[in-house]
């Protein structure tokens, strides 16, 4: 799915409208009181029942309206009721609702029609590339940055779940209407660097790695590769050797990073150079901004800023007393240019030891009179990767690490990328390397991916029965299986608007799991193909259609194929 697709709405929205003209023809009639604006709900909320005997929605609008109305909710919900089931007798097309509950303590239930059903469906199936699109109330311009990797070493399996997490989050928050930029940072200069320079310099003069160098065997590759012209370069009078080597090989990683980030299917918009932030003058402009605004001081011959100002715990430091930037100097930079391209929100994506850096970061930005709260970070857990029920440790300075790639190929694409996927960022997890190579049912994206390649079968069958999909269910949406299977079909939307909001996509992988098990429930309840009853079968055959579309469109948005065959 693309932002250029059309975006359809939700049956949630839609029923949030109705409350809203419910509540409003309450107080109009006078049942209800006028409310200040002040003390009205924000946001109507409208949310699935933990029970689906409770109805297909339910708002607890009348919970919140019970204290500015000194009222008891559950009299509150009642008169908002009354309205909604006066909409819906005079005109039952102006609402996907069928028909409406009352529950203690006040919460309001709503069934929803079949013919809102099956106006669903017969969207699907007439526009499947945009199944699942909703339009932003606030739609947003997203810098997301992720993976960010120092170019010192290969990728690794400790790097990929920031690659995971970010590529996903800039996929949900497409979906949900917002315009996103994927970039990659590159820390391309500094002592790590240099390190792998005189590494990669040792190396090939025959010198004995310096202990603070690394020592993957990728660095051997390096050093055989380094062109004469470079090594001449670095032997130069007066040259910095490690530099010199360790920007030639920055540039070498960078180059089999972005093959690996291609292997995942990853890709950035922007590759953003630390160095660039200096030569182009971002970190100057930042500190000037800051200097103009009172919110730093000179110390002891170094620049600091102002920090504690923001609620920090100590200031700090921009420009060391030599007059060499900090890397905090390079951060602030950064933000300097990244809300010069004009968007309304940054999103870092950092592992979890990056949170001592957040606080300071966002200071900064408020000191430059950018919003705080448009500068955010996403702190991803570390992961455990355990083969055998034994945790793999890992250091890219000592050489003892899985690269992404070998990952990647022990497992798959699909099955690394639904594993991460599956877990809040924000949650540690373990990593089973032998369960994601599994292919049966234990394994769940294999069990989603099966019931998508079932459903081709299926069509595949039908077709040569003579039978096709009907343009939508009709009044077969009436049966108990097929409604079933309807209600899990028609969330996508909603599970799409969530994960958008909450900037998350564990809410994805478990719809797709739900929806693959009331598929394969509907198939077992009833008989799809049956040349003896062709518009029953032409109608089913439409709602599988559109449950194979949504699993398609669910999938895409984590990332994973969607097989016609297993």
Same mark, same amino acid.
């Given at each position: ?35 200040? =604006? ?19 929605? $339910? ?12 009222? *008891?909710?559950?009299?509150?919900? @009642?008169? !908002? ?42 969207? !699907? ?19 997301? #940055? ?25 996929? &949900? ?6 315009? /996103? ?11 790590? !660097? ?35 012209? /470079?090594?001449?370069? %670095? ?5 910095? =050797? ?7 090989? %920055? ?77 905090? =100097? ?16 940054? !999103? ?15 200071? =900064?930005?408020? %000191? ?5 709260? $448009?500068?955010? +970070?996403?702190?991803? *857990? ?11 440790? +890992? ?77 939508? &269910? ?26 958008? *909001?909450?900037? #998350? ?10 929806? %693959? ?30 449950? @194979? ?16 065959? +297993?």
């Amino acid at each position: 799915m693309t932002p250029s697709q059309s975006a359809q709405p939700t049956l949630r929205r839609a029923a949030i409208e109705a409350i809203e003209r419910a509540l409003a023809a309450a107080i109009r009639s006078g049942f209800l009181p006028p409310v200040a =604006a002040g003390d009205a709900p924000l946001v109507i909320e409208v949310q699935r029942p933990a029970k689906p005997e409770h109805g297909d929605l $339910a708002t607890n609008v009348a919970l919140k309206l019970a204290r500015p109305y000194r009222r *008891a909710p559950l009299e509150i919900a @009642q008169a !908002i009721a009354v309205e909604l089931s006066r909409e819906v007798e005079e005109d039952p097309t102006a609402t996907p609702i069928a028909s409406i509950s009352v529950a203690p303590p006040g919460f309001i239930n709503l069934h929803l029609s079949d013919a809102a059903l099956d106006g669903v469906v017969a969207r !699907i199936l007439a526009e499947p590339a945009g199944w699942g699109r909703v339009a932003a109330r606030r739609p947003r311009r997203i810098n997301v #940055e992720f993976v960010s990797a120092n170019p010192t070493g290969p990728l690794t399996i400790g790097n990929a779940r920031g690659a995971f997490v970010g590529d996903v989050l800039c996929r &949900v928050l497409e979906a949900g209407g917002h315009s /996103v930029a994927r970039e990659y940072y590159f820390n391309d200069s500094g002592a790590q !660097i240099g390190k792998l320079g005189a590494t990669i310099l040792a190396i090939r003069t025959g010198q004995p790695i310096p202990e603070d160098g690394y020592h993957g065997d990728y660095t051997q590759a390096l050093a055989a590769e380094l062109p004469d012209a /470079v090594l001449a370069e %670095a032997a130069a009078s007066g040259a910095d =050797a490690g530099a010199v080597v360790g920007s030639w090989a %920055a540039g070498a990683v960078r180059t089999g990073i972005e093959a690996s980030l291609d292997h995942l299917g990853v890709h950035f918009d922007v590759w953003k150079s630390e160095g660039s932030l200096h030569t182009e003058g971002w970190v100057e402009r930042a500190i000037e901004r800051l200097r103009a605004g009172g919110h730093v001081y000179v110390q002891d011959g170094a620049t600091w800023f102002r920090s504690t100002t923001f609620g920090d715990d100590k200031d700090r430091v921009i420009l060391r007393s030599t007059g060499e930037p900090t890397y905090f =100097a390079s951060d602030i930079g950064y933000v300097t240019e990244k809300f010069s391209r004009g968007f309304d929100e940054l !999103i870092y994506v950092w592992g979890s030891d990056h949170h001592g850096t957040v606080a300071r970061v966002r200071n =900064a930005a408020e %000191a430059m009179g950018y919003d705080r709260e $448009a500068v955010r +970070m996403l702190l991803i *857990a570390w992961v455990r990767f355990v083969v055998d029920g034994v945790e793999v440790s +890992m250091s890219k300075r000592a050489g003892t690490f899985i690269t992404l790639d070998q990952l990647l190929d022990e497992v798959g694409v699909d099955a690394a990328r639904w594993f991460f996927a599956s877990r809040a960022p924000t949650s540690g997890i373990d990593f089973d390397i032998e369960l994601a190579k599994k292919q049966s049912s234990e394994n769940p994206v294999y069990y989603v991916q099966y019931a998508h390649a079932r459903i081709a079968s299926i069509l595949r069958r039908a077709g040569e029965a003579g039978l096709e999909p009907a343009d939508s &269910v009709g009044s077969a949406i009436e049966g108990s299986a097929e409604a079933r299977l309807a209600r899990e079909i028609v969330r996508l939307p909603e599970v799409i608007e969530d994960a958008a *909001a909450l900037e #998350e996509a564990q809410g994805i992988t478990a719809f797709a799991t739900e929806l %693959a098990t009331a598929f394969h429930a509907f198939y077992r309840d009833a008989k799809v193909i049956e040349p003896t009853e062709p518009e029953r079968s032409r109608a089913r055959l439409a709602l599988v259609a559109a449950a @194979q579309h949504t699993l398609a469109n669910a999938l895409a948005l984590l990332g994973i194929s969607a097989p016609e065959s +297993m």
